[in-house]
């Protein structure tokens, strides 16, 4: 049974209910049955319009492709988390570069240096980081992602920049800063 079907289900079986306890043979007013029918006629307007919306596939399209653009994101926190630059090559496009600032000035790096510079293991301390997908922002075929990278000794925000090449998502930019905890 789908959400939309146990939702309306519930609702006739409010509107057919018999709180009071009374005898079903009670007669009812005009006033009463009045009041029924526009329920029950508020109900079932409800239930074509959330049955059209199903239908069409209202915000269905952005969900799946929400799941689609978390893939790479995924691929870039099972990065960080394993040392594997394979996870790594699956999330960034080919080319991009990470864009931050280190000592008050502009740097920049590709993300072939980034993904060569990866060590193939764990961080010693990795069961004491926190990894999180914050939020993903899609729009056509761009989107952004927000990470935490939560760890002992500094906080990462990263902000990724998607883009769907090809009918994949991919990372072609990543920004960020770093928060030192100590």
Known sequence: MSDIEFWILQSFKL???NPFGKSKDIYMTEKSRG??????????????LLAFGSACG???????EKEA???PLENYLKGHATGDPE???KAFHTEGKLIFIREGKYSTRTFEEYINGMSGKSAEDEANRKRS????????DTGVGKIVLDYPE???VDYLTLLKIDG?????????YAEPKK
Do not use: Q
């Open 15 to 17: 509107v057919f209910s």
């Open 35 to 48: 009041e029924t029918m526009k329920n029950l006629s508020a109900i079932l307007n409800l239930a074509i």
């Open 58 to 64: 209202s915000n269905g399209g952005e969900t799946t």
């Open 69 to 71: 653009a978390r893939v």
């Open 87 to 89: 996870f790594m090559k």
């Open 133 to 140: 997908i914050e939020s993903i922002d899609i729009a056509g």
């Open 154 to 156: 500094v906080r990462f």
């Open 168 to 176: 994949e998502w991919k990372i072609v930019n990543k920004s960020f």
